[in-house]
């Protein structure tokens, strides 16, 4: 009999939104009256239409696709370059970062790149995130076989836990031992808190002193609107030596359903050989590429193109601001209702401290009983996350209007 991956076996029964999926089901089949009520804020999928500017481009290479002259089969698996030079231009260099369009590659998606990474690492890596953190970069390190089991609180042995609070701002502390791998988002997911520059600088000095590399996840960059808040790790001088960087199309124009996003790996980037040689990670990462990825469609690329265009750039800051009122309305009816919130400002996620007494899943089941209104529990993003919620800013207008007006009502504190 064929043997199967046993780390597999020391992850949950299940993933934490298909759990949050299976409690909305079972809740909707129990009450079928209310089921047309359900409001769901939970999973960070977007809800309103892609950019005008994308979908005619995505149209016409359609059209192409059609005409022998102009049919594409399989595209470079690095991503096109007209692609890869209109990110560096517009997303790095003009933000004084040195990156060049050959350090970036095209995918279908931070989250896969986020886990995909770990193929070009070795096992014996000590590895740190935060908590709560996105889930997918330790069920990832699981899957790898870079852990041990997990104990009673979910942990799982041989990773690093850096609590996010709000004693610190949700911004977690250097480790006070060495490791060499770091997961850092910002802004965060789930709780929506940025980073200074200041803070980040502090990461990179200990990344070069510790030899580390820094995962740096920048999937909600397109929220910040504080000028003194950096977009990438790579403002900061010294991160092309330390840091890689994972960036989305998904947030900012809507291609949550299209998929497209890229990953920065610098070629001033190296890790340690088993001989001890340093080796250069960008070279690694274009061989696991090259070897398993054929690339996104050409179709797709040509849309996230759009994104840079004159037009692009207008439509997508208006789909950004569309979504940052929608999670200032739910920030202030929020906290009018008693709640204490947080992030929110240069996110789009609220993230809720629960009211005494009731767990991070009570107040799931609160709101979807009472409220019919769906959010995500904060203990399903680690430890650190219980006790608290996280409240989506993707969805309609009138949805979010809806939701809080039921919270208010039905659920003050």
């Excluded at 020391?10 to 298909?18: D, I, N, S």
């Excluded at 998606?109 to 996105?134: E, Q, R």
């Excluded at 789909?319 to 008693?338: D, Q």
């Excluded at 995500?376 to 996280?390: D, I, L």
């Amino acid at each position: 009999m064929a043997k199967i991956n046993d780390n597999y076996l020391k992850l949950k029964a299940g993933y934490l939104f298909p759990e949050i999926a299976r409690r909305v089901n079972a809740f909707a089949e129990a009450n079928p009256e209310a089921k047309a009520k359900i409001i769901k804020l939970g999973i960070g999928d977007v809800t309103e239409p892609l950019p005008e500017a994308c979908r005619k481009a995505m149209i016409k290479a359609t059209e192409e696709m059609g005409d022998r002259s102009t049919f594409k089969g399989y595209g470079p698996e690095q991503g096109y370059a007209w692609l890869r030079e209109k990110i560096a231009t517009h997303d790095y260099q003009k933000r004084g970062c040195d990156i060049d369009a050959s350090e970036i590659f095209i995918s279908d998606g931070s989250k896969c790149d986020t886990g995909n990474i770990l193929d070009i690492f070795g096992k014996d890596n000590k590895i740190a995130v935060t908590d709560p953190v996105y889930p997918v970069y330790v069920d990832t390190n699981v899957m790898a076989g870079n852990t041990g089991s997990a104990n009673d609180k979910g942990e799982f042995e041989g990773l690093v836990y850096l609590p996010i609070t709000a004693e610190n701002n949700f911004t977690a502390e250097l480790p006070e031992e060495k490791v060499d791998l770091i997961y850092l988002c910002f802004p965060n997911n789930p709780t929506g808190a940025t980073a200074s520059k200041d803070y980040l600088k502090r990461w990179v000095e200990y990344a070069k002193a510790n030899g580390s590399i820094i995962f740096f996840d920048a999937a909600y960059e397109a929220f910040i609107t504080d000028p003194e808040l950096p977009h990438s790790i790579y403002e900061i001088e010294g991160a092309k030596e330390c840091a890689i960087e994972f960036r989305s199309f998904s947030k900012n124009a809507g291609f949550t359903g299209t998929r497209c996003a890229l990953t920065v790996v610098p070629k001033t980037l190296t890790g340690k050989a088993s001989d001890g040689s340093e080796v250069e990670l960008w070279k690694l990462w274009n061989r696991r590429q090259s070897t398993k990825f054929n690339g996104v469609s050409y179709i797709v690329q040509r849309g996230a193109e759009a994104v840079y265009s004159e037009e692009g750039q207008e439509q997508v800051k208006a789909l950004v601001s569309f979504y940052l009122e929608n999670a200032k309305i739910i920030r202030e009816k929020l906290t009018a209702a008693g709640f204490a919130v947080y992030g929110g400002v240069n996110a789009p996620y609220v993230w809720v401290k629960a009211p005494e007494g009731l767990s991070s899943w009570d107040l799931f089941d609160k709101l979807l009983q009472v409220t019919n209104v769906v959010g995500t529990p904060g203990s399903g993003f680690g430890a650190a996350g219980e006790g608290y919620f996280r409240i989506s800013a993707f969805n309609s207008r009138e949805n979010v209007n809806e939701a809080m007006a039921r919270i208010g009502e039905k659920l003050k504190v």
